[in-house]
């Protein structure tokens, strides 16, 4: 392969017509950048590498499945996605769920001129929630920090699973607001 083929599209477009080698030019190119992507939004280094094959995986299946690439130029952002979603959904088998990650990713945009370790961001959010009111603070440590469900808390609370959904809802909404109304959040 021509070794000063740098552009994703072209590089997509060989994909898609079955040059392995292509891909694995544009693997190398975003490596790093999508690992560090990707480390940022899961808690250890295994799940990171765990997520960052699993998406590559996913995108190449669907460069090779598709009957012709949409937006070849934008293969990035595309994998960035890909990784999200990939991301999201161990979080979600882990009972974490995207309300913290969304926090938490927040936290690390907010701060990008004092970069915020794992511990201090937990910290943080786990602070947000102390100052929701008691009920939906409690709703949202177990659901989100805890990974029980709904029905699960219901049944630990005594009570109906349409209250701990209400409390859960408001207490989401909430604790959104108050990471706004933060200094960190503040726009």
Same mark, same amino acid.
């Given at each position: 392969?021509?070794?000063?083929?740098?552009?994703?599209?072209?590089?997509?477009?060989?994909?898609?017509?079955?040059?392995?080698?292509?891909?694995?030019?544009?693997?190398?190119?975003?490596?790093?950048?999508? #690992?560090?992507?990707?480390?940022?939004?899961?808690?250890?280094?295994?799940?990171? %590498?765990?997520?960052?094959?699993?998406?590559?995986?996913?995108?190449?299946?669907?460069?090779?499945?598709?009957?012709?690439?949409?937006? =070849?130029?934008?293969?990035? =952002?595309?994998?960035?996605?890909?990784? $999200?979603?990939?991301?999201?959904?161990?979080?979600?088998? #882990?009972? @974490?769920? =995207?309300?913290?990650?969304?926090?938490?990713?927040?936290?690390?945009?907010?701060?990008?001129?004092?970069?915020?370790?794992?511990?201090?961001?937990?910290?943080?959010? %786990?602070?947000?929630?102390?100052?929701?009111? @008691?009920?939906?603070?409690?709703?949202?440590?177990?659901? $989100?920090?805890?990974?029980?469900?709904?029905? %699960?808390?219901?049944?630990?609370?005594?009570?109906?699973? =349409?209250?701990?959904?209400?409390?859960? @809802?408001?207490? %989401?909404?909430?604790?959104?607001?108050?990471? @706004?109304?933060?200094?960190?959040?503040?726009?």
């Amino acid at each position: 392969m021509d070794a000063n083929i740098h552009n994703d599209a072209e590089l997509v477009m060989r994909v898609w017509q079955g040059n392995t080698e292509a891909f694995d030019m544009l693997f190398k190119k975003y490596q790093r950048n999508l #690992h560090y992507l990707v480390r940022g939004w899961v808690s250890n280094l295994q799940d990171a %590498e765990d997520c960052c094959q699993e998406a590559l995986i996913k995108v190449y299946a669907a460069m090779r499945d598709r009957k012709e690439p949409r937006q =070849p130029e934008n293969f990035w =952002p595309y994998l960035k996605t890909i990784a $999200y979603n990939t991301s999201m959904d161990l979080h979600r088998s #882990h009972g @974490k769920f =995207p309300i913290i990650l969304e926090l938490t990713e927040k936290l690390k945009i907010a701060d990008n001129s004092n970069p915020i370790d794992e511990t201090e961001m937990q910290e943080i959010v %786990e602070n947000m929630i102390d100052k929701l009111p @008691k009920k939906e603070a409690l709703v949202i440590r177990m659901y $989100y920090l805890e990974g029980k469900g709904v029905d %699960e808390i219901s049944e630990i609370l005594n009570f109906g699973q =349409p209250w701990v959904s209400k409390r859960k @809802k408001r207490g %989401e909404k909430l604790l959104k607001k108050l990471f @706004k109304n933060s200094e960190i959040g503040g726009e």
